[in-house]
């Protein structure tokens, strides 16, 4: 098993930045590519980034592209979303994510989850 504990949420204005953090414990080896999610009500979660763990592969929605960057310390399990210039509309609640499928893709099957964080980004 593998558990994904997030924090570094909160509320902050217009034009701030949090960094997120998910620690990963347990079976960490099978882990190929961990993600970031958003869900915001009334919408589908979305994919934000996606990090693979053997490095080589990043990907980013393109409403962050150029404002977040995931990272990852392979050392201490952790992955982070730095997130930067925010707008009111990256409110939501957002979760790391782990696959253990060979493909690393935002598309690909996530099958650890973290219980969440949120943020809230006011104008």
């Known amino acids: 098993q593998v558990q994904l504990v997030e924090s570094g949420g909160g509320s902050v204005q217009a034009g701030g930045s949090l960094r997120l953090s998910c620690a990963v414990s347990?079976?960490?080896?099978?882990?190929?590519?961990m993600g970031w999610f958003r869900q915001t009500p009334g919408k589908e979660r979305e994919g934000v980034a996606v990090?693979?763990?053997?490095?080589?592969?990043?990907w980013y929605a393109d409403s962050v592209k150029g404002r977040f960057t995931v990272s990852q310390d392979n050392a201490k399990n952790l992955v982070y979303l730095q997130m930067n210039s925010l707008k009111p509309e990256d409110t939501g609640l957002y979760f790391c994510?782990?696959?253990?499928?060979?493909?690393?893709?935002?598309?690909?099957?996530?099958?650890?989850w973290g219980q969440g964080t949120q943020v809230t980004v006011s104008s």
């Open positions: 994510a782990a696959s253990d499928r060979l493909y690393c893709s935002v598309d690909v099957a996530f099958g650890y």
């Open positions: 347990g079976h960490t080896y099978r882990i190929n590519c």
């Open positions: 990090i693979r763990t053997g490095g080589g592969y990043s």
